[in-house]
């Protein structure tokens, strides 16, 4: 946004958090940033408010914005509660904003309700090109993508495991290089201090999820968006993600789902390996990935499907004519 010219008021990077331990002591910061939000977009009297992600802040947002006497149109990308529909949730979206979702099911499951809401498509779907067909590497090479996630927190539980999983793999493979993707220069400082101390060989640590896949023939990834980017540019994946020990009974109570992953929620079967918790062992990432290494077509060809699945392409470039079009609106003189 910076780069597009927008005059950032507040940066949000770290507000997030995972589970009520981690969110509770956040409550009262997030709460006064929210309502100092609200009252400096009342006072810039905008002709449209877009709210982007970051569900549970950016609906009370909507909400105090509308109490304070905000009438003009609130665009919301992408609703919260993707995965875990709820319809009180959804008509007070549908009542405040004008939603727009990034997936089908969302769209089908508002409009049931009769709620208002829009479906383009999801965006990363133009993101990244999908290659005409899986790459097979020699049985004693390759490269490997690690994507351990964004968080402090993430890098911390999934650098050990994946740190030993691609030395037992390099050990079956002698040639074999790995690519680290850092999300930041802090992700950036400890993955490779993790490399230096694990001594690892033939490991880089690259900028970001797309140079991490460019010459990937497989990556290990923390379940999350990065699933989703790995899988569109067609790379094959298996999929990790390990939690506190403390969360994992709230964990278990929120997921509805038998699957994770965004490409398995959405295709309704497992298409990328979920290697959860005790299950994300070093010797298990590495047999389940050596698989895919050795025989990627079926994975390549549920991501071709995956990508038909996820709507047609434009997605952002109609979220903008939309957005152009609600202020467009407003600002016309009565």
Not at 79 to 101: F, H, I, N
Not at 148 to 176: D, F
Not at 212 to 233: K, N, P, Q
Not at 294 to 310: G, I, K, S, T, W
Request: glycine fraction near 6%.
């Amino acid at each position: 946004m910076r780069a597009a010219g927008f005059r950032l008021w507040r940066d949000h990077a770290g507000w997030a958090s995972m589970g009520p331990l981690a969110a509770i002591p956040r409550i009262p910061k997030l709460l006064a940033a929210m309502l100092r939000t609200a009252f400096h977009v009342i006072a810039a009297k905008p002709d449209l408010v877009v709210l982007v992600d970051f569900g549970v802040f950016n609906l009370r947002l909507a909400s105090t914005l509308r109490r304070l006497g905000y009438d003009g149109p609130v665009l919301d990308l992408f609703p919260p509660g993707t995965w875990l529909d709820d319809p009180r949730k959804a008509r007070r979206v549908s009542t405040l904003t004008v939603p727009v979702t990034a997936f089908e099911h969302q769209f089908n499951f508002y409009r049931s309700l009769g709620c208002r809401i829009r479906f383009f498509g999801h965006p990363l779907a133009d993101r990244y090109a999908m290659r005409a067909a899986a790459n097979v590497p020699a049985h004693d090479a390759g490269v490997v993508a690690m994507l351990p996630g964004s968080r402090s927190g993430e890098l911390k539980r999934h650098l050990p495991p994946l740190t030993a999983a691609y030395r037992i793999l390099a050990e079956r493979r002698p040639k074999l290089r790995g690519v680290f993707a850092a999300a930041d220069a802090r992700a950036a400082v400890t993955i490779e201090s993790t490399v230096v101390r694990e001594r690892l060989t033939n490991v880089e640590v690259v900028g970001g999820v797309a140079a991490a896949l460019a010459t990937a023939d497989a990556a290990w990834a923390a379940s999350g968006t990065a699933v989703l980017e790995t899988a569109l540019a067609g790379v094959p994946v298996v999929a990790l993600y390990v939690i506190p020990k403390v969360l994992i009974r709230y964990g278990r109570a929120m997921i509805r789902h038998r699957f994770i992953t965004l490409p398995n929620l959405v295709l309704g079967r497992e298409v990328v390996p979920e290697l959860l918790q005790e299950r994300a062992t070093p010797v298990a990432l590495a047999d389940a990935l050596e698989a895919l290494l050795e025989d990627p077509h079926a994975q390549h060809r549920e991501f071709v499907a995956l990508r038909r699945a996820l709507g047609p392409p434009g997605a952002l470039r109609e979220c903008a004519r939309l957005a152009v079009g609600l202020a467009h609106a407003t600002a016309e003189p009565a």
